[in-house]
């Protein structure tokens, strides 16, 4: 800290008036505001090498006029220097309550779009007469940091878990990851840790900070750190937004084949994936610091939502994902998060149900309108499950109609809930005696909601004592 004072009195020729330690970032640099006239931003690192990559990226960035922090003095052993303050916004902060409800507003999504349609910019802009060699710790992406990143996960992480494989079969995989990756290869910038803590956000503009670990690959990594950054928390929908964003603002430097765009892009989603987990699990198991744990859920999240769809090229490393995220140190915590649609039909004379999620709220349809079978002798042994009732509700037809209405009602928020991270939704069916229509409503209900969403349906027909339950996919 006294070399930073040092630092500053020789660049401005006062004293700065204050200095205050920022809170520490996930790398083992240190951060200083010194108040003053200018007020900079000190920085002291903890290796040459580390600080070199930062300073030469900096002024070449600058020189492309690439927004980031001007570097304004450099202390003679090149481990501490000066850069203009920024201020205190990350797009991390900026975007919190998006990442809380999972609902994202005009300006959150403004900021997201503005930040990702710059980021060919600093990949293809900041690569022109960049010296890759200049790049720390490596200067490539390559097959190679590939190897490293996916073993990293492997002895960090995966063999924490305890969970049994086989080396093998698992390099062999790795192996073939690594050729579709490099498949991608070019020569354009890579940031590596772009995410939204490593943007800030000025006048309320994006700028690029914590670039240092960049190094010459593929452009498809950066978009798949940003979208799928573990405590980001971004929805489906706007994943595929923000994807459109940056693939226009990506024509302007070449043409795209959105289809192979996507495609190769998810194979980078996975692994992006794994190298964070290796990260969390070596902050967080080896070097003790449980707020890096506190990430692995979410990361787990979008794992189990890539595993989706199979990944054929790498068939044991896909079926030994899916064991890893249904382990039950971490399959409890991802129920959790995963949504549960209660539908329920019920007798209105014995009155509505109460909800015992403690959550309030959810439907409750009245099917009384619906021309009732109750009415007609021969149906009244029967309930809505069976064949004679379930042929009279629906070549009446009027049934039809109003669960059509129904389903679009309950679709509609059941997106949303997934989407905000929810965890109970109730939908109940009454009738005048909770036998016929409410239980047909119900049972047709909990079956749709089951082959149209991954969530947990639990069904009850109140009146008739029967209970049935839909697990996830």
Known sequence: ???LASLYQAYTGTAPDKVTELPASGSNRRYFRLEGSPTLIGVVGTCLEENEAFLYMADHFLKHNIPVPRVVAVADDRMSYLQEDLGDTLLFGAIEKGRLTRSFSTDE???????IRLLPDIQFMGAVGMDFSKCYPAAEFDTRSIMWDLNYFKYCFLKATGLEFSEDRLEDDFQALAEVLMRSKSSTFMYRDFQSRNVMIKDG??????????RKGPYFYDVASFLWQAKANFP????????????????????????????????????????????YGYRGYFEKKPHF????????????AILDKPFVEYPYLDSMLRQLVDMKQFSDELQKRTLTVKVMSFAYKKGIPNDTSGNGGGFVFDCRAVNNPGKYERYKPFTG????????LEDDGEITTFLDHCRALVDASVRRYIDRGFSNLMVCFGCTGGQHRSVYCAQHMAEHIHSQFNVKVELFHREQNIEQLFKPK
């Open 1 to 3: 800290m006294e070399q």
């Open 109 to 115: 999504r403004r900021l997201l779009a503005d930040t």
């Open 205 to 214: 503009q994006p700028w690029f900070i914590d670039f240092q670990g960049g």
């Open 236 to 279: 489906d929908g706007l994943r595929h937004e923000l994807i459109k964003e940056y693939i226009d603002a990506l024509k302007k430097y070449k043409p795209v084949d959105e289809e192979y765009f996507l495609e190769q892009l998810r194979h980078f989603v996975l692994f992006r994936t794994l190298q964070v987990l290796g990260a």
């Open 293 to 304: 744990l506190q990430s692995v859920p979410f990361a787990l999240a979008n794992l189990r």
């Open 385 to 392: 499950l069976d064949k004679e009732v379930i042929k009279f």
